[in-house]
C-alpha cells in the first residue's frame, strides 16, 4: 500500500484549473478547424432544445384548460395545441440528439488525443521512473484518467449548463407568468441543493480517494501476480498471492461500503430539499386556485415546470460527484504528461552519424542513489572490434550497456561514438544504431514474425527468415504449425527461454546496425545452439563492432579484448590468454567455470 499511497499523493495530481486548461488544449486542438465547428453547433441545439423545453409545460397547460371546459370546446384549436405539444416533445429530443451526435467526434477525440499523449509520454520517461512505478497502477491510472475526460465533456455540456439555462430561463418565466414567490422558492431550492451537494461531496472525496487508492493497490498486486505467473507455480505461492490479493480487495472492500454510505447521506438530504420546495410551491399554487389567481392549466404548467426542472437536478447530484472524481482521475493522468523525464535531449541536438561504430568510455563514474556503481571507467572499442566485459556479479557489467544506450547519463565523464559524445546526440539517432540483445528477454504477446520484425518493421518476409536463419531457430519456427504466425504469449510466455533468446537475437539481426550489443545473450542456449549462433556473430563482427555482457566466459574466448570488471573498476584488459596469463581475477573465473564444466 505504501508504494500506491505514494503514487496516490496530492503533488501527483494537477488542480482542478490546470486539468481544465490541459483538456481544452485536446478539446480544440491546435489548428484543428472541424472541432470549434461542432462544438458551435452543439451549442445552437443546446439552446434549441432548452427553449423548447421550457415552452412545451404551457402547452400542455392550455390543453388542460381546453379539455376543462367541458361546455365549449374548441376541437380544432386543441387538436392544434395538441399537434404542438407532440412536436414540441418531438422537437426537444430531436435537439438533444443532435447535440450529442455532432459532440460525439468532439469528446471522442479528446479522449484519444490525452490517452495516445499520456502513453507516448510513458515511453518518454526514464528508466528510473519505470523503475519506481508499478505498471498496474500505471494503465490504471491513465485508463480512469480517458474515461473521465469523456464523463467530464459529455456530462458538463449536455447536462449542467443546459439545467443552468433551463433555470435561469424558468425562474424568469415563472416571476413574469405567476409572480415571485414561485421563482424565489424555486431558485432557493436549487441553489440549497447545490450548495449541499458541493460540501457533502467534498466530504466524499477523501473517501473516494482512499477507494481509488485501494484498486490500484489490488489492481497491482493482480497484474505484478499474473505477469509472474511461473514463479508463482515454482514457489508453490498461489495461496499466498491469493491472500496478497484479498487482503489488497478488503481494503478496496471497506472503502467501497464507505463510499456507498456516505452516498446514502447524500442522496437522502438530496430528496429532502427537493420535496420541500416542491410541497411549497404546489401549496401556494393550491392556494392560488382557490383564489381564482390560476387555473388548472396554470397549476398543471407549474408543476410540470417544476417536475422537469428538479429531474435533472436529481441527477445532477450523481453528475457533481462523477465530475469532480473525473477531475481527480484527469489531474493525476495529465500529472503523469507533466513528469520530466530524467533523460532528454539537448536543445538543437544533432544527428548521431555512425561510419566506423568506434566507441569510447572516457573517465565515466555512475552512482544510483548513494551506490557507487562504477568507477572512473575508460576504454575504447575500435571499428569492427569485438570486445566483452566480464566480472562477478554486481560489477556493473549490464550498467555499461544502459549508459551506453542513454537509459542513464554517467554521473560524471563522457561517452563518445565515433567522436561524438552521445549526451549531445538525439536519443532516437542513437539507440537507432545500436542493436541489442537483453539480458532479461521479453516478447510482445503477438507472432513470431511480429517479434523479430519490431527493430525493422517494413521488413520483406525474406529478411525475417534470413535473420531467424542466423539466429538459429529457423527449422524450430517451420516444425510449428502456424509458423512465423504462431503467438508467443504474454512476454513471450509459450516459449522456452533459449527460443525467446534466438528470437532476440533475430530481431538484433535484422536491424543490422553499425553496433551490437549482447548482454548475456547465449546465456539460456544449449552448447551446440551457442555455437551455430556463435558462427553467424562472427561473420557480423567482421565489419560490425560488438559489445558482449559475458558470464560464460568459453563464449567470448575469441573476443578481440576482454574487459574484467570488479566493484565497478577496470582491473584487467587483454586477449583471452594474456588475461589467463595473468592468472588474476579472469583466470581464477575461467578455472572455476571449467571445473563445473566437468
Known sequence: MKNAEAFSSNDKILTPLRTLNELLRFVIPKGNKEMPIRITLALMFLILATLVSVYTPFLYGKAVDLVSDKNSINLSLLWFVIGSYALARLGQVFFDEAKEFVFARVAQRAVRGAALKAFKHMHNLSLTFHLNRQTGGLTRAIDRGAKGIEFLLRFTVFEIVPVLVELITVGIVLWVTFGFRYSAITILTVIIYIVFTIKVTEWRIAIRKKMNIADENASTKAVDSLLNYETVKYFNAEIMEADRFNKAMKTYEDSAVKARASLSIVNIGQGGIIALGLFLVMGIAGEDIAKGNMSVGDFVVVNTFLLQLYLPLNFLGFVYREIRQSLLDMGRMFALVDEKPDI????????????????EFVNVNFSFGRRIILKNLTFTINSGEKVAIVGPTGAGKSTVSKLLFRFYDPSSGKIYIDGQCISEVTQNSL?????????????????????????????????????AKLSSIDKFISNLEAGYETLVGERGLKLSGGEKQRVAIARALLKNPQIFVFDEATSALDTKTEKSIEKSLKKLSIKNTTLIIAHRLSTIIDADKIIVLDNGTIIEIGSHQDLINKNGLYAEMWIRQQENID
Open 344 to 359: 532528454i535531449d539537448q536543445e538543437n541536438a544533432n544527428e548521431l552519424i555512425v561510419k566506423k561504430g568506434k566507441i
Open 431 to 467: 539507440r537507432s544504431n545500436i542493436g541489442v540483445v537483453p539480458q532479461d528477454t521479453v516478447l510482445f504477446n503477438d507472432t513470431i514474425k511480429y517479434n523479430i520484425a519490431y527493430s525493422k518493421p517494413n521488413s520483406s518476409m525474406k529478411e525475417i527468415v534470413n535473420a
